[in-house]
C-alpha cells in the first residue's frame, strides 16, 4: 500500500470525520442556511483533490469512487487539464459565440474524428441543455406533422424544463408539468413497446445506451440496434444520450459504438470536460444541419477554456490508453465487488468503470455511509443501487483498497 492510500479510512478520531464538528460542520451549516434546500446537505465538505483522492476541509482523506458523478475522468488536479485550463484563461477566456475560436473549432473537429462519420457539433455547457439542443434539433428536422416523442420510462436526461419533460423518472418531472410537450414514455429494454410507439407521427426517440440515473441498468444487447430500425422505418430520429455513458466511461469512446450503430444525435457533457463545464449535441446527415442561422444558441456554450478542458481530457486518454485500461482495471472492480460475498449485495452489473452493486434491501444510504466512514466515496443513486464511477485514472492498487474494504462495509452497514 502507498503512503497515501495507508491515510485512507479509520476517520475514527473524534471530532474530525465531516458531520462531527469542525470546518466541515460550520461549512454544512452555512451551507443549509444560504442554499435552496433541492440538495439536502451534502454529508461531506471537500476542499482538494489530486489523483483519486480527495481531502474534506477537516483534512480526512477519502478515495472517490464517483469522480463528481461522472465526471472527473482525469481525477483531481491532472497536470494536463491544469496546465491546458490556466494556459487558455491566460490567452483567451471568452468570446461568445459572435467570433470563432480556435480551442472549439478542434474540439468539434476531434469529436467527429472520433465518431466518425459526417456531423456537426453544437456545445453546451450542461448534458440538460445538450439535450434541450437536440429536443430542439429534432422538432426543427421533423415539422409540425410529427407531433410526439418518445424516451424510456426510468430515463434521466435532465432538470431543465424540456430535458425533464424527456426524463422518465416521473417522481422528479411530475411535480414540474405540464410540460407543452407530447412525450410517450415505453418500458426500456422492451423491442416491442419501442416499435408499437414509434409512428409516422414520432419525431424522435431519446433513449440511453445504459440508464445511469436509473441505477446503471443496461439495454439489452440488441435493444440498440432494433431501435435504430424502427426509427429507420418510421422515419424518426434516434437521439442517443451518452452524456454519463460516453468519454471512455465504459472502455469504448462512445457506448452505442458497441453496437455499432450510427444514431441520428447523440448528447454529451459529464467527462467531456474532465470537471470543467461543457456538453455538445452532435447531429448527423441532415441532423447535423436542420438548424438554420439564428434557430439557437448559447452565451458562455463552448467557451474556449471549456474547450481546452475537454481537448486535454481527450488528448490524455489518447495518450495513457486510457480506454484499455478501463477495460482491464473495470474488470478487476467488478469482479472484486463480487468476490465481496455478502448476502447484502445481491449483484454487480454496468462495464468498464461505471458499476452498480445492487443490493437486496434498500440499504443504499447506510453502504454509502459505511463506505465513507471507512474512506471511500460512493453514490446511492437508488434505495437499492450504489454507483460507482471513479476517475479513468484510478490505479489496479487503488481498486484494490477499495474492493479489500468493502466486506467490512458492508458487515458495517
Ligand atoms: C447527468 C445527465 C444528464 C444531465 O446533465 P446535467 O449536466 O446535470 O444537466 C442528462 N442525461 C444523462 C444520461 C445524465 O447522466
Same mark, same amino acid.
Given at each position: 500500500?502507498?503512503?497515501?492510500?495507508?491515510?485512507?479510512?479509520?476517520?475514527?478520531?473524534?471530532?474530525?470525520?465531516?458531520?462531527?464538528?469542525?470546518?466541515?460542520?460550520?461549512?454544512?451549516?452555512?451551507?443549509?442556511?444560504?442554499?435552496?434546500?433541492?440538495?439536502?446537505?451534502?454529508?461531506?465538505?471537500?476542499?482538494?483533490?489530486?489523483? @483519486?483522492?480527495?481531502?474534506?476541509?477537516?483534512?480526512?482523506?477519502?478515495?472517490? +469512487?464517483?469522480?463528481?458523478?461522472?465526471?472527473?475522468?482525469?481525477?483531481?488536479?491532472?497536470?494536463?487539464?491544469?496546465?491546458?485550463?490556466?494556459?487558455?484563461?491566460?490567452?483567451?477566456?471568452?468570446?461568445?459565440?459572435?467570433?470563432?475560436?480556435?480551442?472549439?473549432?478542434?474540439?468539434?473537429?476531434? +469529436?467527429?474524428?472520433?465518431?466518425?462519420?459526417?456531423?456537426?457539433?453544437?456545445?453546451?455547457?450542461?448534458?440538460?441543455?445538450?439535450?434541450?439542443?437536440?429536443?430542439?434539433?429534432?422538432?426543427?428536422?421533423?415539422?409540425?406533422?410529427?407531433?410526439?416523442?418518445? /424516451? /424510456?420510462?426510468?430515463?434521466?436526461?435532465?432538470?431543465?424544463?424540456?430535458?425533464?419533460?424527456?426524463?422518465?423518472?416521473?417522481?422528479?418531472?411530475?411535480?414540474?408539468?405540464?410540460?407543452?410537450?407530447?412525450?410517450?414514455?415505453?418500458?426500456? $429494454?422492451?423491442?416491442?413497446?419501442?416499435?408499437?410507439?414509434?409512428?409516422?407521427? @414520432?419525431?424522435?426517440?431519446?433513449?440511453?445506451?445504459?440508464?445511469?440515473?436509473?441505477?446503471?441498468?443496461?439495454?439489452?444487447?440488441?435493444?440498440?440496434?432494433?431501435?435504430?430500425?424502427?426509427?429507420?422505418?418510421?422515419?424518426?430520429?434516434?437521439?442517443?444520450?451518452?452524456?454519463?455513458?460516453?468519454?471512455?466511461?465504459?472502455?469504448?469512446?462512445?457506448?452505442?459504438?458497441?453496437?455499432?450503430?450510427?444514431?441520428?444525435?447523440?448528447?454529451?457533457?459529464?467527462?467531456?470536460?474532465?470537471?470543467?463545464?461543457?456538453?455538445? @449535441?452532435?447531429?448527423?446527415?441532415?441532423?447535423?444541419?436542420?438548424?438554420?442561422? $439564428?434557430?439557437?444558441?448559447?452565451?458562455?456554450?463552448?467557451?474556449?477554456?471549456?474547450?481546452?478542458?475537454?481537448?486535454?481530457?481527450?488528448?490524455?486518454?489518447?495518450?495513457?490508453?486510457?480506454?484499455?485500461?478501463?477495460?482491464?482495471?473495470?474488470?478487476?472492480?467488478?469482479?472484486?465487488?463480487?468476490?465481496?460475498?455478502?448476502?447484502?449485495?445481491?449483484?454487480?452489473?454496468?462495464?468498464?468503470?461505471?458499476? /452498480?452493486?445492487?443490493?437486496?434491501?434498500?440499504?443504499?444510504?447506510?453502504?454509502?455511509?459505511?463506505?465513507?466512514?471507512?474512506?471511500?466515496?460512493?453514490?446511492?443513486?437508488?434505495?437499492?443501487?450504489?454507483?460507482?464511477?471513479?476517475?479513468?485514472?484510478?490505479?489496479?492498487?487503488?481498486?484494490?483498497?477499495?474492493?479489500?474494504?468493502?466486506?467490512?462495509?458492508?458487515?458495517?452497514?
Amino acid at each position: 500500500m502507498s503512503e497515501r492510500s495507508e491515510r485512507i479510512g479509520g476517520h475514527g478520531a473524534p471530532g474530525l470525520s465531516s458531520g462531527e464538528g469542525g470546518l466541515g460542520t460550520d461549512l454544512r451549516n452555512r451551507f443549509e442556511t444560504a442554499m435552496m434546500p433541492n440538495y439536502g446537505v451534502p454529508p461531506v465538505a471537500l476542499a482538494r483533490g489530486e489523483g @483519486c483522492r480527495v481531502w474534506d476541509v477537516d483534512g480526512n482523506a477519502y478515495l472517490d +469512487l464517483i469522480g463528481g458523478i461522472a465526471v472527473s475522468a482525469l481525477g483531481h488536479a491532472h497536470p494536463a487539464l491544469v496546465e491546458a485550463v490556466s494556459a487558455q484563461a491566460g490567452t483567451l477566456a471568452h468570446t461568445s459565440n459572435l467570433f470563432v475560436h480556435e480551442p472549439g473549432v478542434r474540439l468539434a473537429e476531434r +469529436l467527429l474524428g472520433l465518431l466518425g462519420g459526417d456531423g456537426r457539433v453544437f456545445f453546451t455547457n450542461s448534458g440538460a441543455e445538450a439535450n434541450e439542443a437536440a429536443y430542439k434539433l429534432v422538432r426543427r428536422h421533423a415539422g409540425p406533422d410529427r407531433t410526439y416523442v418518445v /424516451a /424510456a420510462d426510468g430515463g434521466f436526461h435532465g432538470r431543465t424544463m424540456g430535458a425533464l419533460a424527456l426524463t422518465g423518472k416521473a417522481s422528479i418531472r411530475e411535480p414540474f408539468g405540464p410540460f407543452g410537450a407530447d412525450v410517450r414514455f415505453v418500458t426500456y $429494454g422492451s423491442v416491442d413497446a419501442l416499435r408499437e410507439a414509434v409512428t409516422g407521427e @414520432c419525431a424522435a426517440v431519446f433513449l440511453e445506451p445504459t440508464q445511469g440515473e436509473g441505477g446503471i441498468v443496461p439495454a439489452p444487447e440488441g435493444y440498440l440496434a432494433a431501435a435504430r430500425q424502427i426509427c429507420d422505418e418510421a422515419g424518426a430520429a434516434l437521439v442517443i444520450d451518452e452524456i454519463q455513458s460516453g468519454i471512455g466511461r465504459t472502455g469504448v469512446w462512445f457506448q452505442h459504438q458497441r453496437e455499432g450503430i450510427r444514431p441520428d444525435v447523440i448528447t454529451l457533457a459529464k467527462g467531456l470536460g474532465g470537471g470543467l463545464p461543457i456538453g455538445a @449535441c452532435v447531429g448527423f446527415g441532415d441532423y447535423g444541419t436542420a438548424f438554420g442561422k $439564428g434557430d439557437h444558441g448559447s452565451t458562455f456554450g463552448g467557451n474556449p477554456i471549456a474547450c481546452a478542458a475537454a481537448l486535454a481530457v481527450l488528448d490524455t486518454i489518447d495518450k495513457e490508453g486510457l480506454l484499455d485500461h478501463v477495460t482491464a482495471v473495470g474488470e478487476q472492480l467488478a469482479d472484486g465487488i463480487a468476490a465481496a460475498g455478502h448476502p447484502l449485495l445481491a449483484r454487480v452489473r454496468g462495464a468498464g468503470l461505471w458499476r /452498480a452493486l445492487v443490493l437486496s434491501e434498500p440499504k443504499s444510504a447506510d453502504v454509502e455511509a459505511a463506505a465513507r466512514d471507512a474512506g471511500f466515496l460512493v453514490n446511492a443513486v437508488k434505495p437499492d443501487v450504489i454507483r460507482v464511477a471513479p476517475p479513468l485514472i484510478i490505479t489496479s492498487g487503488e481498486v484494490a483498497s477499495f474492493t479489500a474494504a468493502l466486506p467490512d462495509i458492508l458487515r458495517k452497514t
